[in-house]
């Protein structure tokens, strides 16, 4: 089992910045991966940026050169700082890990986080 505690949402104006914070418990140990999500109103969920173990990242177009997401392992927490916001990254932001057991991947989410970028 997994638990995830996301924060840092919030409102901030155009071209602003806000930091987002994942903290795991658990079964942490079994985490690959952890990425954000975003989820704006009647729109579907979409991949922000993932980080593996590892270090390597991956970015959705929209976001790539202003979001970063990092990992502190020692921690068990990951971040995306997300710098020169706009009114289009409004949305519910989700933190996702992926941790793997018994020949399965497992899926686990955060409650989510409401950002709000005001024009």
């Known amino acids: 089992q997994v638990q995830l505690v996301e924060s840092g949402g919030g409102l901030v104006q155009a071209g602003g910045s806000l930091r987002l914070s994942c903290a795991a418990s658990?079964?942490?140990?079994?985490?690959?991966?952890i990425g954000w999500y975003r989820q704006a109103p009647e729109k579907q969920r979409e991949l922000v940026a993932n980080?593996?173990?590892?270090?390597?990242?991956n970015y959705a177009d929209s976001v790539k050169g202003r979001f970063t997401i990092s990992r502190d392992n020692a921690k068990n927490t990951v971040y995306l700082q997300m710098d020169s916001l706009k009114p289009e990254d409004t949305a519910a932001y989700y933190c996702?890990?992926?941790?793997?057991?018994?020949?399965?991947?497992?899926?686990?989410w955060g409650q989510g986080t409401q950002v709000t970028v005001s024009s």
């Open positions: 980080i593996s173990k590892d270090g390597s990242t």
């Open positions: 996702k890990a992926d941790s793997y057991g018994f020949g399965l991947r497992f899926p686990y």
């Open positions: 658990g079964s942490t140990y079994s985490i690959k991966t």
